[in-house]
């Protein structure tokens, strides 16, 4: 919606919402959240035309067209607990507009939900009774994917490579050569061919398990296990890379330090929801390991995901903090800044022998054991002095 206002300045936009707190760090100017460019881009607009309310009937009122973009995360209640969508903030948004609108208005669907919604919602807002017509469009919030299956293909893809990366650890190949020569076949493509610790965000597992509940709720079996598979093969590169880690470890991790850098599902924001990181770190304490957790921007949600391990994990923004006295030290997230460090003085930081394990295979890792690291990359042979 910032980015709309700034470049609409004749269109007067309100983002509205229910949590008072949020609406008020938007007021300050300092966002709540992290993307590259957004603050420069909300200062812009800010008081201008762009403003942040939590009225809600006023906001309905005046609006002209509405944009309803809430929460819509995976049911853990009733029919389809687990895998269905949970579309209760979805109608009661709906209801909400159709209770304080007095004129027409053109209504924008953009979660991703499942197939029908903004049908369904066009229903709920054209049962009122004064006459007041709406339109609704249905605009997911990831424009170039477009949908819940286009969002289940491209965690099909990542779960793919991940796949293989299993494979090329246990024969020694290189999952980077496969996914090249995979890439290169016109057919295929190389997007979402990089092996990592998982997939994460808001959207792909939720998505793939919406749709297979759909299939199952239309008696396809098998299609519905062949989309659950997407998830499971998620899980499983989750559990191998910790699984990994203890046993390259001497089969132990109790009361040893690992530096985690990186917590958001992906670089250049601060969201962690559904980060790899979150279960990885959980497996880790499970198993009496003590952490020393940083992100440039994720901090706050690592904080709050790890809460009831305060004893256990240390939060810490400085990466070179938090590889003092630590055994091993995880990627977890992509951000540039990891490339760049300077691993010959992290190296002098470090517990020996000092272990490296990659789970983005962004770092030059010939380069990192002719240091003296241990190296252990995803999908590739590990490269060790022990």
């Not at 973009?69 to 979805?90: C, H, I, R």
Request: glycine letters at 6%; one cysteine or more.
């Amino acid at each position: 919606m910032a980015v709309l206002a700034a470049r609409c300045p004749d269109c007067q936009v309100t983002v509205v919402d229910i949590d008072e707190k949020k609406i008020e760090a938007w007021q300050t100017g300092e966002p709540p959240i992290y993307e590259p460019g957004l603050k420069e881009v909300l200062q812009a607009a800010l008081g201008r035309n762009l403003f942040f309310s939590t009225d809600m009937p006023r906001a309905i009122d005046e609006a002209e067209a509405i944009f309803v973009s809430v929460n819509t995360p995976t049911k853990d209640f009733g029919e389809g607990a687990g895998m269905a969508a949970d579309l209760q903030y979805w109608e009661q948004t709906a209801r909400q507009i159709m209770e304080h609108s007095k004129t027409s208005k053109i209504v924008i669907e953009k979660s991703t939900v499942p197939v029908r919604t903004a049908s369904a919602m066009e229903r709920i807002l054209n049962s009122n009774e004064r006459g007041i017509h709406f339109e609704v469009l249905s605009n997911p919030e990831f424009m170039a994917e477009g949908t819940v299956a286009a969002n289940a293909f491209l965690a099909q893809r990542v779960s793919s490579i991940n796949s293989i990366s299993a494979l090329a650890e246990a024969t020694d190949a290189n999952v980077e050569e496969v996914a090249r020569a995979v890439g290169m076949d016109g057919r295929i493509g190389g997007q979402f061919l990089k092996a990592s610790v998982g997939f994460g965000g808001s959207c792909f597992r939720k998505d793939v398990l919406n749709l297979v509940y759909l299939c199952r709720f239309y008696g396809l079996e098998e299609v519905a296990e062949y989309w659950h598979q997407v998830v499971l093969i998620n899980q499983l590169q989750k559990r191998r890379f910790v699984q990994r880690v203890v046993r390259c470890m001497f089969n132990t991790v109790v009361d040893k330090r690992i530096a985690v850098l990186g917590f958001a599902f992906k670089a250049n924001t601060g969201d962690i929801r559904d980060s790899p990181a979150i279960e990885i770190c959980l497996d880790l304490l499970e198993e009496k390991a003590r952490l020393a957790v940083s992100d440039p921007q994720a901090l706050p949600g690592a904080r709050e995901a790890l809460a009831a391990h305060w004893n256990s994990v240390a939060f810490v923004s400085d990466p070179y903090v938090a590889a003092q006295g630590a055994h091993a030290l995880l990627i977890l997230t992509e951000w540039q800044e990891y490339r760049e460090l300077d691993f010959e003085r992290i190296l002098g930081l470090m517990k020996k022998p000092a272990f490296i394990f990659d789970g983005r295979n962004i770092l030059d890792h010939q380069r990192l054991f002719a240091l003296g690291f241990n190296v252990f990359p995803l999908g590739k042979a590990a490269l060790s002095h022990i």
